[in-house]
């Protein structure tokens, strides 16, 4: 699968991050290939007609819509090409979280690396226009590199992320409250790291030298969900994934995930789902989503 690399010198701009109007991405947008990017992305569709398939859900894509998109997400576009009109904010983590001097800040944004909500919002149009000014005064310090342009650029992006953040959580009941600690981040970030190796909680409290109860408490507290549960999503994922973007047999993912036979592997797929990783497999190829 093909994976779209963030090129600074090509996007003409020092940092990596950037704003780019759909104008000089819509080929790339309009293609019908799956395929996936080292970066985050947040689009921002004035006008749109189409549909998105991301994390083994298809979303429909509408006027005033926003999706949210982090690195290695594998997505396929299906857009219209008459009346499309879009604009997409694009930064690789590790220079966000540098940017804020914050190493889990792409983690406390509810929108990334998200497995239980979907990945867009739609939001009033003067709310979108709103934002989008924001992005072309973005645009605009990182062409015109004045001295105090970085800091323009760090409080308009802060400003819109948090923003952004804010009408999620709004829209799916979800608490933005600070958390006390970082252990619910850190658990996040570890398992995007380790997951197909290590899929037991006990490895992930050691690493962060708290108690199985401790991560439960504050992952449950900041996510909604335990951190029994969202390590079983996310292992779910990873199987999900290799079952329809790959060309391993059953075996072959179950020794990758470290699995002690397919047969555990493919009860714990029934269970997790309701459903056998054959009839998966089907539905997805059907355009059946669930």
Known sequence: MKTVKFHKSECGVEMLLNVLHGDVLSER?????????????????????????????????????????????????????????????????????????????????????QLNYRLNITIESDELQKALDQLMEIKAELVSGRKDSIHIIRSLTYYLLLKFNRVYAEKNNLSIERAENNYAYQFKQLLEINIRDKQRIDYYADVLNVSRITINTCVKKQLNVTATELLKQRLMFEIKNDLIHSAKTIAEIAYDLHFSEPGHMMRFFKTQTGITSSTFISDYQKGIFS
Do not use: H
């Open 29 to 113: 947008y309009l293609e019908r290939d799956s395929y996936n990017t080292d970066f985050f992305e947040i689009l921002l569709f004035k006008t749109a007609k189409g549909s998105l398939i991301l994390n083994q859900q298809k979303i429909n894509i509408s006027d005033n819509t926003i999706v949210f998109i982090s690195p290695f997400q594998k997505r396929q576009w299906t857009l219209e090409k008459e009346g499309l009109d879009f604009t997409v904010l694009v930064f690789q983590e590790n220079f966000l979280n540098d940017f804020f001097s914050d190493k889990f800040f792409t983690y406390r944004l509810l929108y990334f690396y």
